[in-house]
């Protein structure tokens, strides 16, 4: 999908120096993923609150990551 944006300058120093990509389409893909990976672990971290001795299997795992 094609889209142009606007993007502050300054944020975008900033996010090229964190993900270490130069390139906008790279940047932005990385920052999406990373802003998924984040909820999918907010996610997890609401449904296991308070429950003791909860255990997940490496399959519910990879299935909470790959969503």
Same mark, same amino acid.
């Given at each position: 999908m094609r889209t142009s944006i %606007?993007? %502050?300058d300054a944020l975008w120093d900033e996010i090229?120096?964190?993900t270490g990509v130069n390139m906008k389409k790279k940047a932005l893909e990385t920052v999406f993923r990373e802003y998924?990976?984040?909820?999918?672990?907010?996610?997890l $971290?609401?449904?296991t609150n308070g429950m003791d001795g909860f255990d997940l299997?490496? $399959?519910d795992l990879k299935t909470?990551?790959?969503?």
């Open positions: %606007d993007i %502050d090229k120096s964190l998924i990976k984040m909820k999918r672990r907010e996610e $971290s609401a449904l299997e490496l $399959s909470l990551r790959d969503g």
